[in-house]
């Protein structure tokens, strides 16, 4: 289930904690990577909001569930033992954490940049795979050029969201642009975009489209070899991986390809970010369908802080 928070949500959360509050882990909640700001957190619950959920409690308030007092933030290493085996990890111990999650964490709110990130991490999340691929599709015909082609949908598409066929004025570099037939695509995970789960489903997924889709040699796609190949992806390469992700991906395509394919690229969701900065038109008309949902988490808590006219 995608749950979504409202901004104040998170604020208070990042705002009050650093690092993950399974007793004696340190690994960061947030972190920087070569300029790009990466989101290593997962939003735990203390007590769930479903009845089959880890540590559900019914006499606690639906209207507080997904509140900060009832989360936690974990890394993505923890998270999933702390709700796997909810019946060693009660509800006092895991408030305890928090209560100590906050007190040792150096105080000084978030910068707007850092906060920018966080909730466009958690937009970001909160999509499906259709429309995971329309800003992605989007983003490449910003950076490829108006004779980029938009495929996908419902139906087979051969392994691609969009393609371009000629040499592109400016991608990777002006002065060494890539020419010849360049296909997208869209790598969409929908739960924890962030942990070691992310990256073996990344690394499957690859193997999966070089292996039946991309590099099938007994159909080319339009009637032709792909030779370059972008994979945009939400997860963060980083925060899944560590800081040897994208080398590690990347000798793992070269093994794949075997020299099929001329060069290839891989838009981590840093590099998806970057370029929704660069390209203000694509991130200014994605923007409604990826915080649709936690603007309405916010209204929501205001309709919770709100008291309400009795009914007459």
């Avoid at 957190?41 to 409690?57: L, N, V, W």
């Amino acid at each position: 289930m995608k749950r979504n928070y409202s901004e104040r949500t998170i604020k208070l959360l990042f705002g009050r904690a650093t690092r993950c509050a399974y007793q004696g882990c340190q690994n960061p909640l947030i972190f920087e990577d070569r300029g790009m700001l990466s989101v290593s957190a997962q939003i735990a619950h203390i007590r769930s909001e479903s009845p089959s959920g880890p540590r559900y409690d019914p006499e606690y308030p639906i209207e507080l569930v997904n509140q900060e007092e009832n989360l936690l933030l974990l890394c993505g290493i923890h998270h999933k033992p702390v709700d796997d085996h909810a019946s060693i990890y009660p509800v006092a111990e895991l408030l305890k954490w928090k209560r100590q999650q906050v007190s040792t964490s150096p105080s000084g709110e978030l910068s707007e940049r850092q906060v920018a990130e966080i909730i466009r991490h958690y937009d970001l999340n909160t999509l499906e795979p259709m429309t995971f691929e329309m800003p992605c599709q989007a983003l490449t015909v910003r950076r490829f050029g108006p004779r980029t082609r938009i495929h996908g949908g419902y139906g087979p598409d051969g392994g691609r969201d969009a393609s371009s066929a000629g040499r592109l004025a400016d991608y990777p570099s002006a002065e060494n642009p890539w020419d010849g037939y360049v296909v997208m695509r869209a790598m969409f995970k929908a739960t924890g975009s962030n942990t070691p789960s992310a990256a073996a489903w990344l690394r499957s997924g690859i193997r999966h489209e070089f292996q039946r889709r991309v590099l099938d040699s007994r159909r080319r796609v339009e009637g032709r070899p792909i030779e370059y190949l972008v994979l945009a992806t939400n997860v963060s390469v980083p925060a899944a991986f560590g800081a040897a992700g994208m080398h590690q991906l990347t000798q793992m395509i070269a093994e794949l390809s075997d020299g099929s394919l001329k060069d290839w690229a891989i838009w981590d969701e840093a590099q998806l970010f970057a370029m929704l900065d660069n390209y203000p038109d694509v991130r200014h008309a994605f923007t409604p369908l990826m915080s649709a949902s936690r603007l309405v988490a916010g209204l929501m808590d205001s309709f919770r802080s709100t008291p309400r006219d009795p009914i007459a």
